[in-house]
């Protein structure tokens, strides 16, 4: 369970934090940052309490109070805080999965968009946003995910995703592709595949109950967001994917935790081996 955090206050200020931020991403689907009556009683979140009662590892309760997500959570934000002062700059989100992120969508996260306290934290992500950051990224079928997605990519903030603003983020992508050699699909015949996937209601237009009624937002957002992602999927070999989807009883969300926490523990058993082997010293990290 949490007994681990037992020792450590800083570890258990993350703790909660990241239980905080999980809640509010799921039951406040106002983006209010103020869970209503309402809110409450159309979540998860009281079954999920009440089921904490009977259950007596943490481990087993997914959403929101896992001690594993929120180790996996902990570690990738430190592996981007280089300086560990708890926040996050652009240089910083850059690096992400090997610099996934298009420019452009980097400049948009840090606004007001999808962040709140940007003046309060001097321009910097704070860990509770990315929290949120994570969880969009990991499970873009999510309904905050999706929402989360489209303001971003909404560059006008009209409302509804315009053939300007998809062209302006895929030639971004096309760009690094190319200075990579990776053949890249046109503007042209990109927009042409999206807009048969999304099939929208207003040609050439697409609002965000398009992408909420389908079932192919992660495809659609990959395309734009994570290039890395994109090209994973563009380069997979479908029946080597299928055997490798993981427990079909989990989402997007719960896989990427489950393979990311059993690489992490892995490789810090490596690391306390090494050390130990050589040095006869035990590893000293965070948590990861």
Same mark, same amino acid.
């Given at each position: 369970?949490?007994?681990?955090?037992?020792?450590?206050?800083? %570890?258990?200020?993350?703790?909660?934090?990241?239980?905080?931020?999980?809640? %509010?991403?799921?039951?406040?689907?106002?983006?209010?940052?103020?869970?209503?009556?309402?809110?409450?009683?159309?979540?998860?979140?009281?079954? $999920?309490?009440?089921?904490?009662?009977?259950?007596?590892?943490?481990?087993? $309760?997914?959403?929101?109070?896992?001690?594993?997500?929120?180790?996996?959570?902990?570690?990738?934000?430190?592996?981007? !805080?280089?300086?560990?002062?708890?926040?996050? !700059?652009?240089?910083?989100?850059?690096?992400?999965?090997?610099?996934?992120?298009?420019?452009?969508?980097?400049?948009?996260? %840090?606004?007001?968009?999808?962040?709140?306290?940007?003046?309060?934290?001097?321009?910097?992500?704070?860990?509770?946003?990315?929290?949120?950051?994570?969880?969009?990224?990991?499970?873009?079928?999510?309904?905050?995910?999706?929402?989360?997605?489209?303001?971003?990519? !909404?560059?006008?903030?009209?409302?509804?995703?315009?053939?300007?603003?998809?062209?302006?983020?895929?030639?971004?992508?096309?760009?690094?592709?190319?200075?990579?050699?990776?053949?890249?699909?046109? $503007?042209?015949?990109?927009?042409?595949?999206?807009?048969?996937? $999304?099939?929208?209601?207003?040609?050439?237009?697409?609002?965000?109950?398009?992408?909420?009624?389908?079932?192919?937002?992660?495809?659609?957002?990959?395309? %734009?967001?994570?290039?890395?992602?994109?090209?994973?999927?563009?380069?997979?070999?479908?029946?080597?994917?299928?055997?490798?989807?993981?427990?079909?009883?989990?989402?997007?969300?719960?896989?990427?935790?489950?393979?990311?926490?059993?690489?992490?523990?892995?490789?810090?058993?490596?690391?306390?081996?090494?050390?130990?082997?050589?040095?006869?010293?035990?590893?000293?990290?965070?948590?990861?």
């Amino acid at each position: 369970g949490l007994a681990i955090l037992a020792d450590t206050s800083e %570890f258990q200020a993350r703790y909660v934090e990241t239980v905080i931020a999980r809640i %509010f991403f799921t039951v406040n689907r106002s983006w209010s940052e103020r869970i209503s009556a309402g809110e409450l009683k159309r979540s998860t979140f009281l079954t $999920v309490l009440a089921l904490l009662e009977t259950e007596p590892d943490v481990n087993q $309760v997914m959403e929101y109070f896992s001690y594993e997500h929120f180790y996996v959570i902990y570690c990738k934000f430190w592996e981007l !805080d280089t300086d560990h002062d708890l926040f996050i !700059d652009k240089s910083d989100l850059a690096r992400y999965n090997d610099h996934a992120l298009p420019p452009i969508l980097i400049q948009r996260i %840090f606004s007001e968009t999808v962040q709140r306290d940007l003046k309060k934290n001097e321009g910097r992500m704070s860990y509770r946003d990315f929290v949120w950051f994570l969880l969009a990224d990991e499970d873009k079928q999510h309904p905050t995910s999706i929402e989360y997605w489209f303001r971003l990519m !909404d560059l006008d903030g009209d409302g509804v995703l315009s053939m300007y603003e998809m062209e302006r983020v895929y030639e971004q992508q096309v760009r690094r592709m190319e200075r990579r050699g990776i053949e890249t699909l046109s $503007v042209e015949d990109c927009l042409c595949q999206i807009l048969d996937m $999304v099939k929208p209601r207003v040609s050439n237009k697409i609002g965000l109950r398009d992408i909420k009624r389908t079932q192919v937002a992660t495809l659609f957002f990959n395309t %734009f967001v994570n290039l890395e992602k994109y090209l994973e999927y563009e380069q997979r070999d479908p029946f080597a994917a299928k055997e490798n989807e993981g427990d079909p009883e989990l989402n997007a969300w719960e896989r990427f935790c489950q393979r990311t926490y059993d690489r992490l523990i892995a490789e810090e058993q490596l690391a306390e081996d090494y050390l130990g082997e050589v040095f006869g010293v035990r590893a000293e990290g965070p948590l990861c």
